[in-house]
């Protein structure tokens, strides 16, 4: 079976996540719930589907077992839905929809790890002809592929230890591994060869090596220092730079380029939220953990940086336009960002407010946002059924 093809599938049961990510949040579910489907089913299944269809050429290889990504696909799905269903289920979800979720990471990591074994760094690309100068952004950039699946290793083995009773990970500490470590260490490395080519501008180099780097090392210790309060300080100042450094290198590139597709304005909106949710983090950091703050800090962060990010770049892959079914077009795209955007908007004033209302009005527009794009991914693909 094609890798595309499976990729397609995972893009797919992501945005099916997404919705439920909006709903849990509207009908208050318990926060475990929330963030499992946000960011083991939305973010993590994008993820997979779209490492397996970029990193191969990224790392100048072809993908080492096609069927990796079909034999990965169940496992990861049913894992994510069994560790999501946790908190309202029996105590077996729990160990069975770990093993799943590992098992499923286990088959990921050894694919590309298998892949990319004789170019681990990256020092091959696959960048040439009218791309030829970016390849020194291209070969910084790729460095963040290995240690990002380095985090996947570390936080699905650190689950796998706490459900057996070897050891004790809070699932705090595994989001913060897996949100930071894994994802957001990915679209710093992946954006930074997408978006200069989807923008035909330049990003700054220094920012780039910049951004990486502190990419790499602020969620070690976020992850290990979540408990300890100067170490957490330390990791969320670390990990502002690189956030903060990739929102620069966005609006550089935004700024330099002649192009507006809908899908840029869901990442300009996304980098201008992950700035609001390293501020709320650092608040906690420096002041201790009020729940609102919580709340409004890994919302702004996973809807808003990580969720809106993954938005603008499925528009760019599957133009909205391109949809078969009615109203699948770029201003139905641009109501779904602004639902998405305004409706999280509302939430974090809401939160932070102490505002009930203006979190229901917020989760509402959410949901309806993420109806809005699961539609035109849906609408997208359906022409490649037909």
Known sequence: MRPERVSRWFVTVSALFFLGFHAA???????????????????????????????????????AWELGPA???????????????????????????????????????????????DNVTGVATGTGGPNAHREPVDRTANVAVPIALGYLALAAGGALVTV???????????????????VALFVFGV????????????????????VIAAGAVGPALLGFGLFEPGLLLVGGVIEAIAVAGFTLSYLVLFLRSERRRV???????????????IGLGLTIAATGRDPALVSA?????LAGFLGLTVVGAAFQFYPPAVGVWPYADDRTALLSIGLLGGGLGIQLLGLIGRFGWMRSVGTVAGVVGALCYTYLLLAAFARRWQ
């Not at 994008?46 to 990193?55: D, R, S």
């Not at 050891?167 to 705090?172: A, I, K, R, T």
């Open 297 to 301: 800090h890994y919302r702004a962060m």
């Open 191 to 210: 954006g930074f060869r997408l978006f200069p080519r989807f923008l035909v501008a330049e990003a700054p180099r220094p920012i780039v090596t910049v």
């Open 263 to 277: 899908g840029f304005y869901a990442v300009l909106l996304a980098v201008v939220v992950g700035v609001v949710g």
């Open 71 to 117: 034999v990965q696909f169940p496992l990861s799905v049913l894992g994510t839905t069994g560790l999501a269903l946790t908190p309202l289920g029996p105590p077996w979800l729990r160990p069975v929809g770990t093993a799943l979720w590992a098992g499923g990471v286990a088959v990921f990591l050894s694919t590309l790890g298998w892949t990319i074994r």
């Open 164 to 182: 057996a009773g070897f050891g004790s990970v809070h699932p705090q500490q595994l989001s913060h591994l897996l949100a930071t470590g894994t």
């Open 25 to 63: 949040m509207a009908v208050a579910a318990p926060r475990r719930v929330v963030v499992t489907l946000g960011l083991y089913g939305f973010v993590l299944h994008v993820l997979f589907g779209k490492a397996y269809a970029l990193v191969p050429s990224y790392f100048d290889r072809d993908l």
